[in-house]
């Protein structure tokens, strides 16, 4: 094959490879994950959590989101209110940008998503169940009943 033609044909095709399927371009290095807590059946509104990966931490108070940095590792929660607390863990799971790199992009591109965790994400609802003694259930401020 004349050298012209596979360097045109190359060209033409690398940046696809580069683009096509990419995790970090299709989806992100970040996604928001929702926390609710409950005890005995019941929401429990105001609970201190904390969300943990090999990323970074994050604080929030329930219910509430978080925008984290995806990883290949766990996301750990920890929740605490009073006596109580409650914690969870989830597994990160590939998503198909990550196989769409790896196919099209091969190993460099399936390295730079797994490395910066665009490659997983974690679910986007996650209730934590926390234990007995329950927290005081408060009603979220704007549905409080006024004296």
Known sequence: MNPAVRWGALAAVLPLALVTGCASVTSGTSQPVAITTVC????????????????????????????????????????????SSGTASFVSKSNGGAWGNLLLGGLI??????????GFEYPTQVPVVMQPPCPAIELPKETKEKP
């Open 40 to 83: 005995e059946g019941r929401i429990v509104h105001d609970v201190a959590c904390v969300l943990v990966n090999d990323k970074g931490r994050w604080d929030l108070k329930t219910p509430g989101t978080a925008v984290i940095q995806k990883s290949y590792g766990d996301l750990s929660i920890t929740c605490r209110a009073g006596a």
């Open 109 to 118: 591109g399936y390295a730079v998503d797994s490395s910066s965790g665009a």
